[in-house]
Every structure is written in structure tokens, then in C-alpha cells.
């Protein structure tokens, strides 16, 4: 089955590649892997605006992260045409707006883990770091980063 397919029998539609906010480019690529810029969650078009262990809870956080996948998959296909070209997501690096006593940046991060396993099977098995941070911009609730390699 397809990357498209597979998208298509989980109700998923990428949306096209976000202007950067900043003095950066969405995703550089050199060789056979392609780095994707951070890109912050989003929930009606909006930055999903949110600090985890004060305003917001995990599962609300994991949704996001999922969120986030999805736009991150829009660049990838934007960077390479065909996501049937990746042939590996190499690495997810998640940034999680949180207290400093919330301890489960982890498992937030696995909302957008676990949707790369579900689309790209075993080549969305990926190396990630989850980190807590004191704020992200724009006060969104989840940033996270990707490294792909593609044929």
C-alpha cells in the first residue's frame, strides 16, 4: 500500500508547506536526507497555544504532537514529491511547553511517533529526543523537528 493510501485510509490530508515565521527555510535537504525546521502545533489554523502540566494535559498534548506530524508530512512531501521516496524517518526532536515539574514529555511525543509507525510502517521507527522548555513561540504548546532520509 501507498504512503497515499495509507494517508487516505487514516482521514489525512496534508496541507501545503507554512510560510516560515522567521528568518529561516522550511527544510533544507543534502544527499539522501532531508531536515525539516521545527514547526509549532496548530488547531484551526492557529498556533495550539498551551503549557503542559498547567493548562493543558497529556492526552490534550499528544494530539498536538500528532498535529504536528501531519504538517510535518505536508513538508516532506513538498521536499521530495512522493513520500514513497522516504526511506527512513531517521529522527524526531520534540520541544514540549511545559512546568517545571511535568515529566511527561515522552509521551506526549509519541502522538507524533506513533502516527510516522502507523503511515510508514517499520522505515517511521526513529531515534527522538523530548525535551521540556520554559516556552516555544508564539506560546504554541509542541515544536517539533524531523530528519528524514530519502531515496
Known amino acids: 500500500m501507498s504512503i497515499?493510501?495509507?494517508l487516505k485510509q487514516l482521514n489525512i490530508t496534508l496541507p501545503p508547506v507554512a510560510t516560515p515565521a522567521a528568518a529561516y527555510v522550511p527544510f533544507v535537504r543534502t544527499g539522501n536526507l532531508v531536515f525539516i525546521s521545527g514547526h509549532i502545533a496548530r488547531k484551526d489554523g492557529k498556533p495550539w497555544v498551551g503549557q503542559l502540566g498547567k493548562t493543558m494535559g497529556?492526552?490534550?498534548g499528544k494530539a498536538a504532537a500528532r498535529a504536528i506530524a501531519v504538517d510535518l508530512m505536508g513538508t516532506l512531501a513538498a521536499a521530495v514529491g512522493d513520500l514513497d521516496k522516504v526511506r527512513r524517518i531517521v529522527k524526531l526532536m520534540s520541544l514540549v511547553n511545559s512546568?517545571?515539574?511535568f515529566?511527561?514529555?515522552h509521551l506526549v511525543t509519541n502522538g507524533a511517533s506513533e502516527l510516522f509507525g502507523?503511515?510508514?510502517g517499520d522505515k517511521g521507527a526513529h531515534a527522538r529526543s523530548a525535551f521540556g522548555v520554559a516556552q516555544?513561540?508564539?506560546g504554541a504548546c509542541?515544536?517539533?523537528e524531523l530528519i528524514?532520509?530519502?531515496g
Open 4 to 6: 497515499a493510501d495509507k
Open 58 to 60: 497529556t492526552e490534550e
Open 99 to 101: 512546568t517545571p515539574d
Open 103 to 105: 515529566t511527561e514529555q
Open 118 to 120: 502507523q503511515v510508514f
Open 136 to 138: 516555544i513561540p508564539m
Open 142 to 144: 509542541v515544536e517539533i
Open 148 to 150: 528524514a532520509e530519502v
